[in-house]
């Protein structure tokens, strides 16, 4: 079955770190540009960050710049998002996504195609 999941949220206070972990399964996520985005409640979903392929060049909304970093493990076939110095306003379901390598893209929601069911982070004391 093609699918991605996303895995490793959860609570954590203000300050605290989190590592989410987008693994496809099904097909090789080397052959797609890969982007984290969240939506919290009552707002649009954004994108977070995404990392191209080849090249693996990265993107990051200003709000998450030093904060978070995106990476690749091909081996295990999973792109990580991890979150240092987390806030309160980071809340949201995170969700990963997938766009053949080659398309043209931005790193916006409308521009991936394929898309797994999210994992909620909460940060809160």
């Known amino acids: 079955q093609v699918q991605l999941v996303e895995s490793g949220g959860g609570l954590v206070q203000p300050g605290g770190s989190l590592r989410l972990s987008c693994t496809a399964y099904?097909?090789?996520?080397?052959?797609?540009?890969i982007g984290w985005f969240r939506q919290a409640p009552g707002k649009e979903r954004e994108g977070v960050s995404c990392i191209s392929r080849p090249g693996g060049s990265t993107q990051y909304e200003d709000s998450v710049e030093g904060r978070f970093t995106i990476s690749r493990d091909n081996a295990k076939n999973t792109v990580y998002l991890i979150m240092n110095n987390l806030k309160p306003e980071d809340t949201a379901v995170y969700y990963c996504?997938?766009?053949?390598?080659?398309?043209?893209?931005?790193?916006?929601?409308?521009?991936?195609?394929?898309w797994g069911q999210g994992t909620q982070v909460t940060v809160s004391s």
């Open positions: 996504a997938a766009v053949p390598a080659g398309s043209f893209w931005l790193c916006n929601p409308e521009d991936f195609s394929f």
């Open positions: 099904g097909f090789t996520l080397d052959n797609y540009a």
